[in-house]
Nanobody, 114 residues
Framework: VQLVESGGGLAQPGGSLRLSCAASGRIFNIDSMGWYRQAPGKQRDLVATITNDGSTNYADSMKGRFTISRDNAKNTVYLQMNSLKPEDTAVYYC?????????WGQGTLVTVSS
């Protein structure tokens, strides 16, 4: 399974960005997909996850600002990020789980700065 993220970049505080993660390869057993982030010098933390049937889970600090969604026909998961703050600056990674393994994308950098 390969995961390719896109949509990162520079945003101003209060602005929005939408990240995408496209899955390819042996994807027929993928169940959950999600987003994690890693700020400089910090550990990688959960942002949000979504299952095949659309059930979602968010880190508390992201609730109300970030929305995860999924298009199963396109094998793509999205992260809509609103009201961005400088502390949201991080590399955002896509993750997917199948019956036996989990997979990571290469990450996309999000920088929130004026």
């Amino acid at each position: 399974v390969q995961l390719v993220e896109s949509g990162g970049g520079l945003a101003q505080p209060g602005g929005s960005l939408r990240l995408s993660c496209a899955a390819s390869g042996r994807i027929f057993n993928i169940d959950s997909m999600g987003w994690y982030r890693q700020a400089p010098g910090k550990q990688r933390d959960l942002v949000a996850t979504i299952t095949n049937d659309g059930s979602t889970n968010y880190a508390d600090s992201m609730k109300g600002r970030f929305t995860i969604s999924r298009d199963n026909a396109k094998n793509t998961v999205y992260l809509q990020m609103n009201s961005l703050k400088p502390e949201d600056t991080a590399v955002y990674y896509c993750r997917a789980w199948d019956l036996r393994y989990n997979y990571w994308g290469q990450g996309t950098l999000v920088t929130v700065s004026s």
